[in-house]
């Protein structure tokens, strides 16, 4: 079998892997200059350097160095799955977002925010229900529910929020 045939070619160029991507990287030649000009010239911050560095390694247009994900990673010290982000970035919200490093989202809105922790603050101040000589923070969550302050409430964040006022 010759160096030349298509399952030699298929091997050299990354084999299912390569053909598995799905996010790929064209760069035009404005594109890759000003990545050239970013890394080559004035300061940047090290992360928008590296990145600039994967689109530029990861193009596969003419211009491009066609580099393997695997390559760039071990090139860089990065693992694999930072090369596919980038990629996928850039596909997906274009060069400039590809560049600076994701937004993290909040898991979950306040439960708890300023007037409710008022109401729990009244709550905790006042006199225990009947039956307890003084409040839980179990107790304070359920009457929190009970009072249609809030859906639901763990124990938990009862008591940061009345860790705060402290």
């Known amino acids: ?20 991507k799905k996010y790929i990287v064209r760069l035009t030649e ?5 990545l050239d000009d970013m890394i080559h010239k004035g300061k ?13 390694k990861a ?12 390559q760039i990673s ?19 919200e274009g060069l400039e977002s590809a560049l600076n490093r994701a937004k993290r989202e909040p898991a979950r809105s306040r439960v708890i925010d300023g007037e ?16 307890y000589s003084r409040w839980t923070l179990r107790l304070l969550g359920e009457h ?8 639901s409430v763990s124990h938990e964040t009862i008591r940061r929020a009345l860790k705060k006022t402290n």
Not at 30 to 34: H, V
Not at 44 to 56: D, Q, T
Not at 116 to 131: S, T
């Open 116 to 131: 409710k922790e008022a109401h729990l603050i009244a709550l905790a101040c006042g006199d225990a229900p009947e039956g």
């Open 59 to 70: 193009d596969i247009s003419d211009l491009g160095d066609k580099w393997r994900d695997g």
């Open 44 to 56: 940047v911050a090290a992360h928008k350097r590296l990145h600039a560095e994967i689109l530029l």
């Open 74 to 92: 071990e090139a860089f010290g990065i693992s694999t799955r930072t090369v596919e982000r980038v990629r996928e970035r850039l596909v997906q």
């Open 1 to 20: 079998m010759s160096n030349n045939s298509p399952i030699n070619k298929f091997l050299r160029t990354g084999g299912l892997a390569a053909m598995k």
């Open 144 to 151: 929190m529910v009970e009072l249609g302050h809030v859906d």
């Open 30 to 34: 404005d594109e890759r200059d000003y």
